[in-house]
Structures are given as structure tokens and as C-alpha cells.
């Protein structure tokens, strides 16, 4: 007896001592995605802009990491918001249009579906803009049952929602969410900002922020010659209409609307401020990755052009931060890596150590927040095939193609006869200033690049029907 009884003692003592020599499983990390709504990377304070006031993600930026080089692969909000649900180019969701939404079966493979499965607690709040319930079946337009909270809009709504400024009332929700979170379940977080997109029609008291003294500075290329330089294709298309001539002609009209533009990012940016602080309130700070990024960017009169929609930087480019607590500080600071919009979805799944499936196309960025000298890609397919918005005042939305690489960057307009195509070498003229299309001194290059937008338009086509 005395003999069992020493084993059963000795066997108990062992198993507690694995227990207590093996570290307890990892707790899943919150997340929390804030996106804004046609803001380009350079309306930031932290990208080196003076004139626009934004503390918060300026603040985000310096305890995270600040990509210099993050851009969507389609410069319209529903392609785009489609390609950060699913990971995925247009050419793989599909989604062309501001009508068609997800499949039923396209919606389980998006990260927050995922991320719930996984047992992730998971709100939306703001704008989706994936398909119009007006006709399109209305639980995949609007998808709130698929969200343990649900504040979502298609892509027509108000900042003035029965007379209360709609953020605020997303910012009320979210804190909500977080008051109501349970300490033991992780949760996904996604704030789909409107701000700074129009029509303006109401504006919150908070939003008289100072800027900085003097005028804000006109984009370099905001001139006559430049417009003139560009292909036909863009010349005559909605780019150079709305919102109107005088708007990329007057000076004092530039700096009201820029103005405009940019109170209503700093709105967004106390937004920014009010979720961290609630993170802290309640506990979450130290367990929360945070991420800020834009759908898409805006011309702002770049090559006196209004918009986005086509292959220019000032299109493409979008703001991305990732605040990771757990990601040492000496980690923190600036990449120069390329990153796309269809990187966020698997990246997100796979900080939560959730399975990133075969069908997502991006990239786990984890790689390049734990090795600054880490190699990204080389290059990478842009394509806008977007129908639906093709008539402004007679003038179409041209679709275009091409290859953005670290040095090089390559356009097509594929409808033009004879075909129209532009090539920039960005590391000499990173304004796009110089096409070269029409140099022979860079032939060799065009023909290289023509080739490349064809092999990886193909590489993603076969893939879509895999």
C-alpha cells in the first residue's frame, strides 16, 4: 500500500512539474481594423505632411510599424473592399461592379467568417459597398448575420444619420463592444470609416481642428503641362470632370476643398484616438493588433486630375500602419517593401493562427513586421475593369492594366486602337512625369514589361478558375 501510494504521489509531483515546465498556450490576439474612404497615403502628418492634423495615427505609427509602399491592386471602393474581405484580385472575387455582392460561398472564406468560425467575437461597423441591396439579394449586401454586431451600409450613405453624425454613433458601438467583451474570447474589430469621402453633408463640431499656418501645398504636377502629356484615354475620361474645372484651375477653391478633405480626416483620426483609449480602458491594449489603411487613394489635382480609378501613385497608394504590442520596440519604424490591399486578409488570419486558405492570393506580411530586410515582391497586376460608372458628362472610366515593380511602373488602356501605354521609371521620376512608352532607349523595357502584364494577367485567370 505504502509502495502505490509513493507512486501515486511521485506521479503526481512529475505531472505537475511538465505542467508547469510547459508554457501555456498563446492567447489568440485581438484585432482591430480601421479603414478610411478615398484617403491617400501622403494625408497623414507621419508621412511627412504638415498641413493636416492627425495625432492619433501619427501615434499608431510610431509604436507600430509605417509602410511606405502600400497600394490596391483596384483603385474603386467596391473591388477594393471585395479584395480586403477575400484577399483576393478582382480578376479571382469577380466583383466589377457596385451591384454584384459576394456569393453565399465567397462570404466563407472571408477573413471575419473565418475569424468568427475560429472563435473570434466580431463586429463591422461602417461602410461595406459590396453590392447594392437594391438589386442584389439584401443578407449578402448587407451581411449582418454574419457579425456578432452589425452597423454596416451599402455604398450610398450619410455622415448625417437622423441628425447624428455617423461616427460618432460607430465610435459609441464600438466602445459598447469592447465594454462587452468577454476576457477570455478574442475578438475582430472593423471600423469602415466614410470619412473623408463625399458628398460632405454634415460635419461634426470636432472636426475644426488647426491646421498648419499658410496655404496647403498644390501638388507638383497640379499644372496645365501635365494634364497635357497624358494619354487620351485619361485626358478625356471622368478623371478631368468632377467635381468640376474650377476646382483644379482656382487656387482659393483648391485649398477650400483640400481644406475639407482634410477636417474630415482628422475626424477619422479621433477615431483612431478614441478606440485605443477604450482598448486601454478596458484591458485589451497589450493583446490588440490595430491596423489603419484607406480603400483607395485620390488624385487631389495630381496631373490636374479628381478621383482614383486609374494606375497613378497618388490612386493607388494608401495609407497602412500595424500597431503589433507584442512585436518588440526595436522592430518598430518604417518598411519600404511593397504591401497590397489583398495582404491584410491573410495576414490577420494568420496572426490569429487561423488557416489562411488556397484561395486568398496575398501575402502573410508577419514576415516583413519580424525582418525589416526581409524581400518582398518584385512586382506586382493592377487591373480596373470596373463597370457601372462609365458615363459622366460623356466621358467613360477607362479600363487599364499593368505592372507596378519597385523600379518600373507599366499602364495599358485596353480599349485605345492603336494601344495606348505608359511607362514611368519611378526611382527617376516617381511623379510620373516622363512616359517613356514612346522612348527607344527603354524599347527592351516596354516590350519586358507588356510581357509581364500578360503573364500575370494569365497567372491570375487560371488561378480564378481553380
Avoid at 464600438?174 to 467583451?181: D, G
Avoid at 491596423?291 to 489635382?301: A, K, P, T
Wanted: hydrophobic share 40%.
Amino acid at each position: 500500500m505504502k509502495r502505490i501510494i509513493l507512486t501515486a504521489l511521485l506521479l503526481t509531483s512529475l505531472a505537475a512539474l511538465q505542467a508547469a515546465a510547459s508554457p501555456a498556450p498563446a492567447k489568440k490576439p485581438n484585432i482591430v481594423f480601421i479603414f478610411c474612404d478615398d484617403q491617400p497615403k501622403n494625408a497623414m502628418g507621419c508621412m511627412g505632411n504638415n498641413a493636416i492634423s492627425t495625432p492619433n495615427m501619427d501615434q499608431l505609427a510610431a509604436d507600430g510599424v509605417l509602410f511606405d509602399h502600400m497600394f490596391v491592386t483596384t483603385s474603386i471602393c467596391a473591388v477594393s473592399r471585395a479584395s480586403l474581405l477575400t484577399g483576393q484580385h478582382m480578376a479571382r472575387h469577380g466583383i466589377n461592379s457596385f451591384e454584384k455582392p459576394l456569393t453565399a460561398e465567397q462570404w466563407q472564406q472571408t477573413y471575419p467568417v473565418l475569424l468568427r468560425a475560429a472563435g473570434y467575437r466580431t463586429a463591422f461597423l461602417g461602410k461595406l459597398a459590396v453590392g447594392s441591396p437594391k438589386t442584389a439579394p439584401k443578407e449578402l449586401c448587407l451581411p449582418s448575420d454574419k457579425f456578432d454586431l452589425w452597423y454596416g451600409f451599402p455604398q450610398q450613405f450619410n455622415f448625417n444619420q437622423s441628425g447624428r453624425y455617423v461616427t460618432t454613433i460607430m465610435e459609441e458601438k464600438a466602445v459598447n463592444f469592447l465594454r462587452e467583451q468577454p476576457k477570455d474570447k478574442p475578438f475582430l474589430l472593423i471600423l469602415a470609416l466614410k470619412e473623408p469621402h463625399t458628398p460632405f453633408d454634415m460635419e461634426d463640431p470636432e472636426m475644426a481642428a488647426t491646421l498648419a499656418q499658410g496655404p496647403i501645398p498644390r501638388p507638383a504636377t497640379l499644372k496645365a503641362e501635365a494634364f497635357g502629356n497624358l494619354p487620351v484615354a485619361i485626358r478625356d475620361s471622368r478623371n478631368s470632370v468632377t467635381p468640376g474645372p474650377e476646382f483644379l484651375k482656382n487656387d482659393d477653391k483648391y485649398q477650400k476643398e483640400i481644406a475639407t478633405t482634410y477636417r474630415y480626416i482628422h475626424r477619422a483620426d479621433i477615431t483612431v484616438g478614441r478606440i485605443m483609449a477604450a482598448l486601454k480602458e478596458q484591458g485589451f491594449d497589450q493583446n490588440t493588433i490595430v491596423i489603419f489603411s484607406s480603400d483607395n487613394g485620390s488624385m487631389d489635382g495630381a496631373h490636374r486630375l479628381v478621383g482614383k480609378w486609374n494606375m497613378y501613385e497618388e490612386s493607388i497608394a494608401v495609407p497602412l500602419i500595424i500597431r503589433d504590442p507584442r512585436l518588440p520596440a526595436a522592430l518598430h519604424g518604417r518598411r519600404s517593401q511593397m504591401a497590397l490591399n489583398i495582404d491584410l486578409a491573410p495576414t490577420m488570419l494568420a496572426l490569429a493562427g487561423v488557416p489562411v486558405p488556397p484561395t486568398m492570393q496575398g501575402s502573410d506580411l508577419q514576415v516583413i513586421l519580424q525582418d525589416p530586410s526581409a524581400k518582398g515582391r518584385e512586382d506586382w497586376y493592377y487591373e480596373h475593369d470596373t463597370v457601372g460608372l462609365d458615363n459622366s458628362k460623356g466621358r467613360p472610366l477607362p479600363r487599364c492594366e499593368g505592372v507596378r515593380s519597385e523600379h518600373w511602373k507599366y499602364i495599358r488602356y485596353k480599349d485605345t486602337n492603336p494601344v495606348q501605354e505608359e511607362l514611368f521609371d519611378l526611382q527617376k521620376d516617381p511623379l510620373e512625369e516622363q512616359d517613356l512608352a514612346k522612348d527607344a532607349a527603354h524599347a527592351a523595357t516596354l516590350v519586358h514589361l507588356s510581357a509581364r502584364c500578360d503573364e500575370l494577367r494569365k497567372t491570375l485567370q487560371s488561378q480564378s478558375t481553380q
